[in-house]
């Protein structure tokens, strides 16, 4: 428990900014599955713009590293052209 009012503001904005990221990350998540799970490969070409956006602003936003996101973007597009 937060001891002072510096604290209880801490923890109020840390949980604001947690739920924010989650929004970020489960949006890209959904992007990239909807790449990696299409049916055909005209379906995945036209979702992976939508994929590479999500990943760039979650990287963006610091909710994931730059890393991470070059390596999701490299997986999306090798998924996109093997369909």
């Known amino acids: 428990m937060p001891n002072n009012k510096q604290a209880e503001k801490r923890v109020r904005l840390n949980e604001t900014r947690r739920q ?14 909807v790449v990696v799970e299409a049916d055909s490969a005209e379906a995945a ?4 713009p939508t994929a590479n956006k999500r990943i760039d602003k979650a990287a963006k936003k610091n909710v994931i590293h730059d890393n991470t996101a070059a390596r999701y ?7 996109a052209s093997s369909k």
């Open 45 to 48: 070409t036209a979702a992976l």
């Open 73 to 79: 973007k490299s997986r999306v597009a090798r998924a």
């Open 20 to 33: 924010e990221n989650k929004i970020v990350r489960s949006s890209m998540r959904k992007a990239i599955r």
